[in-house]
């Protein structure tokens, strides 16, 4: 695989033209550059920034004859502080600014360099992957266009806004594969996972800001909707906002406009599904839903050898990348390409959500004599009999409704025009009559818009 050098056009020690300077003119006869984070010094070489402290920084200064050491110490303390010093998501290496603050990037994004030529086997990995049903061609024309669009994104350095992708498919058919083989090395080279900040289990997000590649797999995910419903936020706050606050354990706080790409990789059982964030209508310009197919039946050398090619074949498959043209029908003045949502996984999706459970617990109480259909009363009051001592429902009910007091509210309405009203208001209360009719609930999985047109 080779590797385009891409490298800042500016002189050392001097930040692009975008940018606050980031100090006085360098010394020119001691040959170091040097910035300062607030306790290290980070002294620039051709391969990385060594952090250095102080002492070492002098002992340096010294060896290459600097007149006064000090003196340049006190001038990078003042002139060169940098905010953070790292690795930063599609930014190139050197000075960024971002919101007033000074940012050291400290390395390059591997952007592979095109060169012309087939790239078979990335082609039929991705033909296998995602063209398993009458939909191949759609999702492998969208699949093309996010990628292409995230390359571009990243070769470019200007942000770009791109859905967050959902690969659900059988055990061990490549989606793994095709993240780390083909994905990462495509946008960028660089891959944390976080699902950990997106479902909220922490507010620390500074393992994230160096990678363009975010992960969330089934494996670390949580089946409680509070976790799931903090993924959906996650992703438009993140992905679809200006700057994100970036927070580092020990380390102070800043803004920042991460080039990210968000990839969620789940098994198509139910079980898994579930850790999926639920399908708001604010939510769903915002996701690209894939159904995949079993794509990689290989032995370890056979697996050796496969990953070989692919590498060897990026250049080429970027070429592809960088001369793809998003057709009319596929384009999005947002993201660029247009949303797609395989029927048959939106559907799993779909009865599994919050409002469809609630609905199969009214009915699972009505079964147990704890409800008599049809019922009219406040969400308040149904959250009692689903949660009452004694109810068959009490612990799905519990799992289900979570702390959020007003989710048994928010799902009636959803619920509204598939066994469920909305009545007038009573001492300020909203009421609400449930029948559930027969057939009314199978209409919930026509909630969601209909997938994109082939």
């Not at 089946?223 to 606050?245: D, L, M, P």
């Amino acid at each position: 695989m080779s590797a385009e050098k891409v490298t800042n056009k500016m002189k050392i020690g001097k930040p692009p033209s975008d940018s606050t300077p980031c100090g006085s003119p360098l010394p020119t006869n001691n040959g170091i550059v040097a910035y300062y984070d607030g306790s290290r010094y980070l002294v620039e070489t051709p391969r990385d920034y060594v952090p250095m402290d102080r002492q070492s920084i002098v002992s340096h200064l010294k060896r290459r004859g600097h007149k006064d050491p000090e003196g340049y110490i006190c001038e990078t303390q003042i002139d060169r502080y940098v905010r953070y010093a790292g690795p930063l998501a599609g930014k190139l290496r050197g000075c960024v600014q971002c919101n007033g603050a000074l940012l050291l990037a400290t390395s390059d994004p591997s952007i592979i360099k095109p060169a012309p030529g087939p790239c078979p086997t990335i082609l039929s990995f991705i033909t296998k992957l995602l063209g398993g049903d009458e939909h191949r061609e759609v999702q492998i024309r969208r699949f093309i266009g996010w990628l292409a669009v995230g390359r571009a994104a990243l070769v470019s350095g200007v942000r770009r806004p791109g859905q967050a992708i959902i690969l659900a498919g059988p055990r061990s058919c490549g989606k793994t594969q095709f993240i780390r083989q083909v994905i990462v090395p495509v946008l960028g080279g660089r891959l944390a996972m976080a699902h950990k900040y997106f479902s909220g289990k922490t507010t620390f997000n500074g393992d994230l800001v160096g990678a363009e590649v975010l992960v969330i797999d089934d494996e670390a995910g949580s089946t409680r909707i509070e976790a799931r419903r903090a993924i959906g936020e996650s992703i438009k706050s993140n992905i679809f906002s200006g700057a994100v606050r970036i927070e580092g354990k020990f380390r102070a706080g800043f803004t920042f406009e991460p080039l990210w790409r968000v990839v969620i990789a789940c098994n198509d059982e139910p079980e898994s599904l579930m850790v999926l964030p639920p399908l708001s209508n604010d939510l769903m310009d915002k996701l690209m839903v894939f159904r995949c197919s079993r794509s990689l039946e290989l032995t370890d050398p056979e697996f050796d050898e496969w990953r070989a090619a692919v590498a060897a074949e990026l250049p080429q498959f970027v070429n592809l990348l960088a001369r793809h043209k998003i057709e009319e029908g596929d384009a999005d003045y947002r993201c660029g390409v247009s949303s797609f949502f395989h029927p048959q996984v939106v559907e799993s999706m779909l009865e599994l959500s919050p409002e469809h459970q609630l609905a199969a617990l009214i009915r699972q109480a009505e079964a147990g004599e704890s409800i008599c259909l049809p019922w009219e009363g406040t969400a308040v009051a149904l959250r009692g009999i689903l949660t009452g001592p004694g109810a068959s429902t009490r612990s799905d009910a519990d799992r289900l409704l979570g702390s959020w007091v007003a989710a048994t509210g928010v799902y009636l309405g959803r619920l509204v025009g598939k066994g469920v009203e909305r009545l007038p208001m009573l001492d300020g209360d909203n009421r609400w009559k449930i029948t559930l009719e027969s057939g009314e609930v199978d209409t919930i999985l026509n909630t969601a818009p209909p997938p994109a047109p082939i």
